[in-house]
C-alpha cells in the first residue's frame, strides 16, 4: 500500500472532530481511530461513528491487534473491542512508542520496551537505550528496530539481543520506517 502520485484521490468522509488535539490516527479492520491529548478515543466506520471511549490522559499511539486496538499514551496502553468497549489495561507505564507484528512491542518513556504476545502477556523486557523510546518497527523477519530521545537506533534479534547501537545522529530520533524487504 503506497501512496501513487498519478491516481486521483476523492474525499470520501469529513468525520466531526474527537474532542481534544488529535494526537494518533490508525485504520485497521475497517475502522478508523482516532486518539486525542484528552485521552478520547473514536472509531469510525466508513462515516458512521461506532464508539466512544474516554481512556486517561493523553493517547499517542495506536494500532489493531486483529480486531482489538491497542491504544497508548503518558497513563499507559489499553487493549479495546472493536465495539469501543475497555477490554484491560494492559500498562500503567507511560508508553511513547508501539509496533504490533507477531508480537505487541511497547517503547516506554523511560526507556524500556516490553514485548507481549497475542494474549496480551508480556513475554519480555528489552533494556539498552538509556532514554525514552520515541519509535518502534518490526521487521519482516521479526527482528525489532528501536529509536531513543538520546540520538540512538538499534536492532533487537528475535532472541532479544540488541546490535551495536547505531550512534551519531546528534539529536532525537524521532521516527522510523521498515522498508518491506527488510
Not at 475497555?86 to 508480537?103: F, H, V
Given at each position: 500500500?503506497?501512496?501513487?502520485?498519478?491516481?486521483?484521490?476523492?474525499?470520501?468522509?469529513?468525520?466531526?472532530?474527537?474532542?481534544?488535539?488529535?494526537?494518533?490516527?490508525?485504520?485497521?479492520?475497517?475502522?478508523?481511530?482516532a486518539?486525542?491529548?484528552?485521552?478520547?478515543?473514536?472509531?469510525?466506520?466508513?462515516?458512521e461513528e461506532?464508539?466512544?471511549?474516554?481512556?486517561?490522559?493523553?493517547?499517542?499511539?495506536?494500532?489493531?491487534?486483529?480486531?482489538?486496538?491497542?491504544?497508548?499514551?503518558?497513563?499507559?496502553?489499553?487493549?479495546?473491542?472493536?465495539?469501543?468497549?475497555?477490554?484491560?489495561?494492559?500498562?500503567?507505564?507511560?508508553?511513547?512508542?508501539?509496533?504490533?507484528?507477531?508480537?505487541?512491542?511497547?517503547?516506554?518513556?523511560?526507556?524500556?520496551?516490553?514485548?507481549?504476545?497475542?494474549?496480551?502477556?508480556?513475554?519480555?523486557?528489552?533494556?539498552?537505550?538509556?532514554?525514552g523510546?520515541?519509535?518502534?518497527?518490526?521487521?519482516?523477519?521479526?527482528?525489532?528496530?528501536?529509536?531513543?530521545?538520546?540520538?540512538?537506533?538499534?536492532?533487537?534479534?528475535?532472541?532479544?539481543?540488541?546490535?551495536?547501537?547505531?550512534?551519531?545522529?546528534?539529536?532525537?530520533?524521532?521516527?522510523?520506517?521498515?522498508?518491506?524487504?527488510?
Amino acid at each position: 500500500n503506497s501512496f501513487d502520485a498519478s491516481v486521483s484521490y476523492m474525499l470520501l468522509a469529513v468525520l466531526p472532530g474527537p474532542g481534544g488535539a488529535i494526537t494518533s490516527l490508525c485504520w485497521g479492520g475497517g475502522l478508523l481511530a482516532a486518539g486525542t491529548d484528552e485521552g478520547r478515543l473514536r472509531l469510525w466506520r466508513e462515516d458512521e461513528e461506532v464508539a466512544t471511549a474516554q481512556l486517561s490522559g493523553a493517547l499517542g499511539r495506536c494500532a489493531f491487534v486483529g480486531d482489538d486496538l491497542v491504544s497508548a499514551g503518558a497513563e499507559g496502553a489499553w487493549l479495546i473491542g472493536a465495539d469501543g468497549l475497555l477490554k484491560r489495561q494492559i500498562t500503567d507505564a507511560p508508553i511513547s512508542a508501539l509496533a504490533w507484528g507477531e508480537r505487541l512491542a511497547l517503547g516506554q518513556q523511560r526507556g524500556g520496551i516490553d514485548l507481549y504476545d497475542a494474549a496480551g502477556e508480556r513475554t519480555a523486557t528489552l533494556e539498552g537505550h538509556g532514554a525514552g523510546i520515541s519509535a518502534l518497527g518490526w521487521l519482516p523477519d521479526g527482528r525489532l528496530a528501536s529509536a531513543s530521545w538520546y540520538g540512538t537506533a538499534a536492532i533487537w534479534g528475535i532472541d532479544g539481543e540488541r546490535s551495536a547501537p547505531l550512534e551519531g545522529h546528534g539529536a532525537a530520533v524521532l521516527d522510523l520506517s521498515v522498508h518491506p524487504d527488510g
